[in-house]
T-cell receptor, first 107, second 115 residues
């Protein structure tokens, strides 16, 4: 079966750095996505990784290792507005997104 | 503003009612999606339309019926729902992956409560 695992909840302090991990087992791989979802709002796109390595975008970075089925989202210089759920999703061989349950980040 | 709107934002309905959820995208995308989001569970993909044709129906009960009259509009018709159908229903749109698109843009969702 297809499975995406990420921690349910994490707590961090303002100004700190936090790393949210995601492991996956899917039928095929066409990229991994991270989305941010504030309570009561729509998920918004953060990053897309299809090749191994680190993608940096301002305070947020996303890393992918396809051989290990592993990704992480790194958030630096945390701000109160970063309190949200972070959703990991993998695009499978049918180009459909398989979603994790999300990690609630509390600042 | 994400360019994807959904109405209504909140809906309370009895198990014998019939209602419809509406989604509209203003982004020129050619694929639209319905998702169900329940507390502490992964997003569940319900239906996918690409170029107005349904390409995915993930074993969704027949009490949910989608309709895509054109590439900008998507409906979810609801009838004889069960209390366990109470959830946040999210609509999303994207460019079809074969067209080079991948990022999905989500609407704010409809919070559905079935009594």
């Amino acid at each position: 079966g297809q499975n995406i695992d990420q921690p349910t909840e994490m707590t961090a302090t303002e100004g700190a750095i936090v790393q949210i991990n995601c492991t996956y087992q899917t039928s095929g791989f066409n990229g991994l996505f991270w989305y941010q979802q504030h309570a009561g709002e729509a998920p918004t796109f953060l990053s897309y990784n299809v090749l191994d390595g680190l993608e940096e975008k301002g305070r947020f970075s996303s890393f992918l290792s396809r051989s290990k089925g592993y990704s992480y989202l790194l958030l630096k210089e945390l701000q109160m507005k970063d309190s949200a759920s972070y959703l990991c999703a993998v695009m499978d061989s049918n180009y459909q997104l398989i979603w994790g349950a999300g990690t609630k980040l509390i600042i | 503003e994400t360019g994807v709107t959904q109405t209504p934002r909140h809906l309370v309905m009895g198990m014998t009612n019939k209602k419809s959820l509406k989604c509209e995208q203003h982004l020129g995308h050619n694929a639209m999606y319905w998702y169900k989001q329940s507390a502490k569970k992964p997003l569940e993909l319900m239906f996918v339309y690409s170029l107005e044709e349904r390409v995915e129906n993930n074993s969704v009960p027949s009490r949910f019926s989608p309709e895509c009259p054109n590439s900008s509009h998507l409906f979810l018709h609801l009838h004889t729902l069960q209390p366990e159908d109470s959830a946040l229903y999210l609509c999303a749109s994207s460019q079809d992956f074969s067209s080079g698109g991948y990022e999905q843009y989500f609407g704010p969702g409809t919070r559905l409560t079935v009594t």
